[in-house]
Structure formats: structure tokens, C-alpha cells
T-cell receptor
Framework: DSGVTQTPKHLITATGQRVTLRCSPR?????VYWYQQSLDQGLQFLIQ???????AKGNILERFSAQQFPDLHSELNLSSLELGDSALYFC?????????????FGPGTRLTVT | TQLLEQSPQFLSIQEGENLTVYCNSS?????LQWYRQEPGEGPVLLVT?????EVKKLKRLTFQFGDARKDSSLHITAAQPGDTGLYLC???????????FGKGTKLTVNP
């Protein structure tokens, strides 16, 4: 158990819909990272938040957005869903936001868009 | 184009055999990490290598960072069924805080 929690574990929805994925970091960790894992692309970095502020952005689509709240939990919002958005979405946390540090991954949310 | 290329993609071996998996890039990384991921779970960090030429050992696992910091290898001695999983390499480039992952090597160790 990494100490990072993600809900829900599974999500099935239809194209065009909007969903929200939730992540609670390890106690004391200030950084939250979101990743998308698909069979063809592997694990792709989406976005990082540090202590409530956006710190780094990866290959995140404009239809996707995220935020980190004062209690440090984070939400990833996915809208106008397409079949290709079906993937595993992972959240990771770390104590700091800089340098070669260990990231602790949650168990993931499996999103299926039908 | 994948920044980090891992090979082989799939590896199926018998218990007790040795194996090496590779992680290669044309780019320099300030550090490389190796993760292991089991089905239905998130990746778990095994090791971080920072210095070119560095070798780190974790029980039966040996990790090496290339001299030029562009490649890394993971060697497993006397593999066990519990070693089964997806092995991912990941790296930070320069001052970037974005962790770039390879697509992984899926290892199956048969009893």
C-alpha cells in the first residue's frame, strides 16, 4: 500500500460524458501527479500540482483539467469523452516538487468509454 | 517516437534463469528510475540511478546506468515467479520535472 488513494477504481461511461477522478496523496506529500496509461502509449505524464499550484504540464488534452485543493487532494476532470480516452489513470504523490525524487503511485482508476 | 525504448517488450522464462532488460535513449537523462508494476496496481519504484556508470544491487536485481547517462539495464539473477510483472524505466531530463516512461518489459517467470 503506497498510501495514495484513488476513487473510483472502475468507471464506465459513454462518449460525450464528463467524469471526475479523485486522488488523495500520502500524508505530508505536497506534489500530486496525474498519468494516463494505455496499451499503445504506455504511461504518459499529464500534469503536476505542488501545494495547490500547477507546476508542470505534459501531454494533457484541452478537454482534461485538474486541480489541487487546500487539503492537497486532487481531481482530474475529463470531459467530452471519446473512445480513445479509455485507459488507466494513475495519481502519484511525492514530498517535494523538484529533482529526482520518488513518486508513490496509487492503484489507479480504470476508465472505460463506450 | 518514444524517448525511452525498452527491450524486449515481452519475456517469458523458466524459474531459475537469468535475464537482462534494457532501456535506451538517444537523449541524456539526469537520472533514471526503474519501476515494477503488477496487474491492477500502480508502479512501485525499485531504484534510482543518478551517476553515469553507477551500479546498484537490490537482492537478485542489478541495475546499471550507462556511462553517458543515455541507457540503463536491469539484470535479474535466478528469476522467481514472484518477479513476474511489468518493468518500467523512467527518467528526468536535465532540469525537467516531467518523468518520462518507457513502454515497459512484460516479464513472466514460469514455475
Amino acid at each position: 500500500d503506497s498510501g495514495v488513494t484513488q476513487t473510483p477504481k472502475h468507471l464506465i461511461t459513454a462518449t460525450g460524458q464528463r467524469v471526475t477522478l479523485r486522488c488523495s496523496p500520502r500524508s505530508g506529500d505536497l506534489s500530486v501527479y496525474w498519468y494516463q496509461q494505455s496499451l499503445d502509449q504506455g504511461l504518459q505524464f499529464l500534469i503536476q500540482y505542488y501545494n495547490g499550484e500547477e507546476r508542470a504540464k505534459g501531454n494533457i488534452l484541452e478537454r482534461f483539467s485538474a486541480q489541487q485543493f487546500p487539503d492537497l487532494h486532487s481531481e482530474l476532470n475529463l470531459s467530452s469523452l471519446e473512445l480513445g480516452d479509455s485507459a488507466l489513470y494513475f495519481c502519484a504523490s511525492s514530498p517535494t516538487g523538484r529533482g529526482a525524487h520518488e513518486q508513490y503511485f496509487g492503484p489507479g482508476t480504470r476508465l472505460t468509454v463506450t | 517516437t518514444q524517448l525511452l525504448e525498452q527491450s524486449p517488450q515481452f519475456l517469458s522464462i523458466q524459474e531459475g534463469e537469468n535475464l537482462t532488460v534494457y532501456c535506451n535513449s538517444s537523449s541524456v537523462f539526469s537520472s533514471l528510475q526503474w519501476y515494477r508494476q503488477e496487474p491492477g496496481e500502480g508502479p512501485v519504484l525499485l531504484v534510482t540511478v543518478v551517476t553515469g556508470g553507477e551500479v546498484k544491487k537490490l537482492k537478485r536485481l542489478t541495475f546499471q546506468f550507462g556511462d553517458a547517462r543515455k541507457d540503463s539495464s536491469l539484470h535479474i539473477t535466478a528469476a522467481q515467479p514472484g518477479d513476474t510483472g511489468l518493468y518500467l524505466c523512467a527518467g528526468f531530463q536535465g532540469g525537467s520535472e516531467k518523468l518520462v516512461f518507457g513502454k515497459g518489459t512484460k516479464l513472466t517467470v514460469n514455475p
